[in-house]
């Protein structure tokens, strides 16, 4: 089940003043709930593009970075959030995750490696598209 800040975080940045609010209230272990799915609010961010409402969470609570997902249609694969906004989030959100997921002893492991360059080419993140 969706938390009030998964569906206020999934709905867009219409909501981001309802998001700065509540992860103003919250505290920081409760920011970490998964839905049913496996899915932190930061990565329902990530997958929608919102990247104003990513901002936020992450200033909270930067270990937020690092918990992972289920993969994406049901894959066995797990997921940081970097990797969903690599699949769905838009260059603006992918390039913020770019910048702010640092810890290389998490982050990179030659299996997320590997996965995330798919990820980018799968999603024509790369050189000379013109689709972003």
């Known amino acids: 089940m969706d938390t009030a800040l998964h569906i206020a975080v999934g709905v867009g940045k219409a909501n981001i003043h309802f998001v700065e609010k509540l992860v103003e209230l919250m505290p920081v272990e409760a920011l970490a709930f998964k839905n049913n799915g ?3 609010a930061l990565h329902l961010a ?3 593009g919102n990247t104003e409402a990513a901002a936020i969470l992450v200033d909270k609570h930067s270990p937020l970075l690092y918990i992972d997902a289920p993969g994406i249609a049901g894959g066995n694969d797990i997921m940081l959030p970097i990797h969903h906004a690599a699949v769905f989030g838009g ?3 992918l390039s913020y995750f770019l910048d702010v997921t640092i810890d290389d002893r998490v982050a990179v492991n030659e299996t997320s490696c590997t996965q995330f360059i798919g990820l980018l080419i799968s999603s024509y993140f790369f050189v000379g598209n013109s689709r972003y």
């Open 91 to 93: 260059r603006d959100t």
């Open 38 to 40: 496996g899915a932190t």
């Open 46 to 48: 990530a997958l929608v």
